[in-house]
């Protein structure tokens, strides 16, 4: 079936550094992609729609210079945490769906997730 | 807009008993309704998935949901539960004509004791 693959798996990084996360589709294109955030025993949050060749479009609250969002191509998406702080500490979670030629089949692929530890 | 209510954050059920997982949606129309399944280190899988049509879904790893419009319901259930089962299991709607874009439920952990 398609994968998506993230990386880094996990990330520390002090206070005030930049953390860039990959999400990348390895079998399948995609034009589209999601990234969620997820904290400890909660549900996954929505954070942005990536698009590929155009800008991504932020969910309501999320800070568009702090989480700046980059889709190179049709098979990646970047998510860069700009000065990161603890509490940006958290699970982000990228996701693409399988696109047909009907349009979206109605099914997204998740990449494993990538745990960033702020100090 | 939409929001979705797993009212059991963990559950725990002994290797070979049978399983429901609740999950109750709000929303003017029926969405479209989901099952994903997240275990330790890995992505989340999708088990079923509800459009249209029948309203009992078959899913994979012997899983099945059934979505009760009366009820804003769409519970999870599998007959005989496996110690592989134990895991993250999470609701998810989305409004229809946007198949992709997924608002979750806060999860359910499954444990199996053997």
């Known amino acids: 079936g398609a994968v998506v693959s993230q990386h880094p798996s996990w990330v520390i990084c002090k206070s005030g550094t930049s953390v860039k996360i990959e999400c990348r589709s390895l079998d399948f294109q995609a034009t589209t992609m999601f990234w969620y955030r997820q904290f400890p025993k909660q549900s996954l949050m929505l954070m942005a729609t990536s698009n590929e060749g155009s800008k991504a479009t932020y969910e309501q609250g999320v800070e568009k210079d702090k989480f700046l969002i980059n889709h190179a191509s049709l098979t990646l998406s970047t998510l860069t945490v700009t000065s990161a702080h603890p509490e940006d500490s958290s699970f982000y979670i990228c996701s693409a769906p399988l696109e047909t030629e009907r349009g979206i089949s109605g099914e997204l692929f998740f990449g494993e997730g990538s745990r960033l530890t702020v100090l | 807009a939409q929001s979705v209510t797993q009212p059991d954050i963990h559950i725990t059920v002994s290797e070979g008993a049978s399983l429901e997982l609740r999950c109750n949606y709000s929303y003017g129309a029926t969405p479209y ?82």
């Open chain 2, 33 to 114: 309704l989901f099952w994903y399944v997240q275990s330790p280190g890995q992505g989340l899988q999708l088990l079923l998935k509800y459009f249209s049509g029948d309203t009992l879904v078959q899913g994979i790893k012997g899983f099945e949901a059934e979505f009760k419009r009366s009820q804003s319901s769409f519970n999870l259930r599998k007959p005989s539960v496996h110690w592989s089962d134990a895991a993250e299991y999470f609701c998810a709607v989305a409004v229809t004509g946007t198949a992709s874009k997924l608002t979750f439920g806060t999860g359910t952990r499954l444990q199996v004791t053997l």
